[in-house]
Nanobody, 118 residues
Framework: QVQLVESGGGLVQPGGSLRLSCAAS????????MGWYRQAPGKQRELVAV???????RYADSVMGRFTISRNNVKNTVYLQMNALKPEDTAVYYC????????????WGQGTQVTVSS
């Protein structure tokens, strides 16, 4: 059974920092591209950052230079370090695991709320 369990969300003031974690089980973690997505109320889910199995990264323009994605293939965990947070970063953040071979394998976590407010 595949599980992605996010943690680290919460309430933070503008300009503050948070670190999200996503612990994976039930998959061969090192071969999966791991991503963070977010969904704000009334908006579509959007990609925040992704890191491949060989540590190539990609970021949304809106978070470039503020957020950093990383992974630990021993702990089967992906992280999202979020700095200089803005109110518009408020959303539910979801962890995603994706692997493509003959079929697509796509798994999601349950989400963790991040609220940036004074």
């Amino acid at each position: 059974q595949v599980q992605l369990v996010e943690s680290g969300g919460g309430l933070v003031q503008p300009g503050g920092s948070l670190r999200l974690s996503c612990a994976a089980s039930g998959i061969i973690f090192r071969v999966y591209a791991m991503g963070w997505y977010r969904q704000a109320p009334g908006k579509q889910r959007e990609l925040v950052a992704v890191i491949t199995g060989v540590n190539m990264t990609r970021y949304a323009d809106s978070v470039m230079g503020r957020f950093t994605i990383s992974r630990n293939n021993v702990k089967n965990t992906v992280y999202l370090q979020m700095n200089a947070l803005k109110p518009e970063d408020t959303a539910v953040y979801y962890c995603n695991a994706h692997y493509r071979s003959n079929s697509d394998y796509d798994y999601w976590g349950q989400g963790t709320q991040v609220t940036v407010s004074s």
